[in-house]
C-alpha cells in the first residue's frame, strides 16, 4: 500500500476507538464516521480524539517485537532477537540485506507517514471549529503540538532510512500524485522547521492543551513545558545535521539546549524527560521489549569499561545481568547469556528523550563549536555521575573525543534507539561487529516495495540498505 492508502486505516481507527493497539488501526473502514466528523463537522471534541490518536500512532511501533527498539539495536549490535517462529531477525538484519518487501526492511515508512497525514487532516478540520469551541489561543497550542508530533514521525522515517531519502510533501488530497522522495538534508531541514515553527504556535497557546496527554509527558503536559520537549527534539535532529555536515555548525543545537529542560547542574536528573508509556489496561499497548527471545549483544559487556574499584559501568550494571538460560541461533555462532532489566514489565516505559542524552548533545556540540574543555567537563557529568568512571582527560583530538562520547552515548542511552545511528553519523559503521565473516553492515532502510510499486522509474527505489 502506498502513502495514500495508509491514512484511512489509521484515521478511522483512532476516532473509533482511542485505546486500539497498532494492529487494529490496520483495518480498512473507509466510511468510518470518526473521520467524516473530523473533515466536515469537526468540533472540540473530534480535535481532542484525533490529537489522542497521534499519540497513540506515534507510539505504536516503538516497544514491540520487530519495532523500532528491537530493529535499530540488533542493527547497532545492542541486542539479538532469537525467536525462532521468524528466522529473519538474524537471515535478514544481521546475516544479509534488508529486503523492502518484508516487514522488517519495509518498515518504519507506513506507520509513521499515516500518522502525518492524520496531522494534516487534523490542522485542516481545526481551521473549521468555531472560536466559541476552541480560542485562537487554544488552536495554536494545538498547532505546536501537532507540528512537533509530526516532527518526531518524520524523524523515525529519516533516521531508518538515511540518504535513500523521504517523501515531506505529505499534505496532499487522496487523488493527488505522490509527493516526491527527497534527499535526507531536505527532510532533516524540514523536520527542523516545523519543530521551529511550533514553537512560536506553542508561545501563543493557553496555559492548558484542551486534551490529555499520556502519563510520558509528565511534567511536559502544557503549551509551554511541552516546548521544552519540542526544544530538545530540535537539539537532537541539530546534532544529526551538524554532525554529518562539513561546517559542523553546532549553534543550532546550542540555542535549543538553552530552551530546553537540560540539566547539567545536579546529579540524579538523568532519568528526567518524555516518555512513551504503556500498561496493561483494557485496550492499552504494552512494553514488548520484555519478549524472552531478546538478548543483550555480548560485546556490550565486554567492551564495558571499569570503574576505580574494577566493578562495571554502572550504567551496564543497571541495565544488563547475566542469566542462567542461554539464548543462540541454531546453525549459527550467535550466544548470550545477558539480558536486559531495565524494561522489567509490560507496564516499563521507554524512554522518547531524557535529560542525559541532552548533556551528551550538549558536550558534542560545544566540542564543535570549539568550546573543547567545557565539552569534556560536560562529558565526565554524564560519564562520572551515571557511569561511576573516572572522569576523561583533556584533550584537543577530535578522533580521541569522538570515540569517548559515543562510549558514554552507548552505555547512558542503551536500547533506546540511538548506537546504530551514531556509528553511521560518526562514520564508525564498521564497528557494526560481523558476527560471522559472511554477515552485513545494514547502515539504512530501503524504500518499501509497495511505496515503490507506486512510483515506476523511482531512484530512490534503486538504492539498498548496504
Not at 45 to 58: D, E, P, R, W
Not at 255 to 279: H, I, N, P, Q, W
Not at 420 to 449: A, H, S
Amino acid at each position: 500500500m502506498t502513502l495514500h492508502r495508509l491514512i484511512a486505516p489509521a484515521i478511522a481507527g483512532v476516532l473509533g476507538t482511542l485505546g486500539l493497539a497498532a494492529c487494529d488501526l490496520d483495518v480498512p473502514d473507509l466510511n468510518n464516521p470518526g473521520l467524516d466528523t473530523l473533515q466536515d463537522s469537526p468540533d472540540a471534541v473530534s480535535i481532542a480524539k484525533a490529537c489522542t490518536g497521534l499519540l497513540i500512532n506515534n507510539r505504536s511501533n516503538i516497544a514491540n517485537e520487530f519495532g523500532y527498539i528491537d530493529e535499530i539495536g540488533i542493527l547497532g549490535r545492542e541486542n539479538y532477537n532469537f525467536d525462532t517462529a521468524d528466522p529473519r531477525f538474524i537471515g535478514e538484519l544481521l546475516a544479509g540485506e534488508l529486503s523492502r518487501g518484508s516487514p522488517f526492511g519495509g518498515n518504519f515508512w507506513g506507520v509513521p507517514y499515516a500518522n502525518i497525514r492524520l496531522a494534516n487532516v487534523t490542522l485542516h478540520a481545526l481551521d473549521k471549529v468555531p472560536d466559541e469551541e476552541l480560542s485562537a489561543a487554544n488552536k495554536q497550542g494545538i498547532r505546536g503540538f501537532i507540528h512537533t508530533i509530526m516532527a518526531l514521525d518524520l524523524m523515525q522515517v529519516v533516521v531508518t532510512h538515511d540518504t535513500n531519502g523521504a517523501v515531506i510533501d505529505t499534505d496532499r488530497d487522496l487523488t493527488q500524485s505522490l509527493g516526491a522522495i527527497v534527499s535526507k538534508d531536505m527532510a532533516n531541514a524540514k523536520i527542523a522547521q516545523l519543530l521551529d515553527d511550533a514553537t512560536a504556535e506553542l508561545d501563543a497557546g493557553d496555559d492548558t492543551f484542551p486534551f490529555l496527554l499520556s502519563s510520558g509527558f509528565d511534567g511536559f503536559d502544557t503549551p509551554a513545558t511541552f516546548r521544552k520537549f519540542n526544544r530538545a527534539l530540535r537539539a537532537r535532529v541539530g546534532a544529526y545535521i551538524a554532525s554529518t555536515s562539513a561546517a559542523k555548525n553546532y549553534e543550532a543545537v546550542l540555542t535549543a539546549l538553552g530552551a530546553s529542560f537540560v540539566d547539567d547542574t545536579a546529579m540524579g536528573k538523568f532519568e528526567s524527560g518524555v516518555f512513551y508509556s504503556f500498561s496493561t489496561k483494557t485496550g492499552d499497548t504494552t512494553n514488548g521489549l520484555i519478549n524472552p527471545n531478546i538478548y543483550v549483544h555480548p560485546l556490550v559487556k565486554s567492551e564495558a569499561k571499569n570503574k576505580a574499584d574494577t566493578k562495571p559501568d554502572d550504567r551496564l550494571t543497571a541495565k544488563v545481568a547475566t542469566t542462567k538460560t542461554a539464548g543462540s541461533a541454531t546453525g549459527t555462532p550467535l550466544m548470550s547469556t545477558l539480558v536486559f532489566t531495565m524494561y522489567d514489565s509490560p507496564s516499563s516505559p521507554v524512554a522518547l528523550i531524557r535529560n542525559e542524552e541532552l548533556i551528551l548533545l550538549k558536550a558534542e556540540a560545544l566540542w564543535f563549536s570549539g568550546m573543547k574543555s567545557q565539552a569534556i567537563d560536560e562529558l565526565n557529568v554524564v560519564r562520572v555521575g551515571s557511569g561511576g568512571l573516572e572522569p576523561v582527560a583533556q584533550t584537543t583530538d577530535d578522533a580521541t573525543f569522538i570515540t569517548e562520547l559515543l562510549y558514554d552515548r552507548r552505555y547512558s542511552l542503551l536500547f533506546e534507539g540511538h548506537r546504530w545511528i551514531d556509528l553511521r553519523r560518526f562514520n564508525r559503521t564498521t564497528e557494526m561487529v560481523l558476527d560471522d565473516p559472511d554477515y552485513k553492515r545494514n547502515i539504512r532502510f530501503p524504500i518499501p516495495l509497495p511505496e515503490c510499486n507506486a512510483r515506476p522509474g523511482e531512484q530512490a527505489c534503486t538504492l539498498g540498505s548496504l
